[in-house]
């Protein structure tokens, strides 16, 4: 019960997030090309980004791929986690938000705490699948 619920909090991260991206891609891509590194890789990560957070809502929804929803869930999150982290911590002068109208109001310390709560219970849910014994991602 605990892993279902889990799972359903992170689709309702990960639904609209994704959905925002694709509805608003060209918002969303010079969103990224004005972040703080290459316009190749904000280019790449602009088309990789949608596609791999739209696998990450098929595999948490897929019982049998439920672990590699989290994995991929939990990845995704420390990526975001720690590039807010990093900005927090001054690494770049300007950091412009390429964040999607799901949390775009957010500030940049709000969306680090709000990453963090997502990681957290991503990571929770790898925790309990583990303890569960279950590799499909079954649990009672």
Known sequence: MKLKLITLA????????SIDKWINFEIFQNGLIRQPFSDQL???LSYLLPV???ATIILLVV???RKAGLLLSTALMA????????ALLGAWDKLPCGCGSVI???TWKQHFF???AFLLLS????????????????TA
């Open 10 to 17: 992170l689709l309702t991260l990960w639904i609209p997030v």
């Open 42 to 44: 904000g280019q790449v």
């Open 52 to 54: 791999v957070e739209t």
């Open 63 to 65: 019982e049998k791929w």
């Open 79 to 86: 990526v975001f986690t720690s590039y807010i982290g990093l």
């Open 104 to 106: 775009s109001q957010l």
């Open 114 to 116: 709000f990453n963090l």
């Open 123 to 138: 990571a929770y849910g790898l925790l309990n699948l583990h303890r569960s014994g279950a590799a499909g991602g079954k």
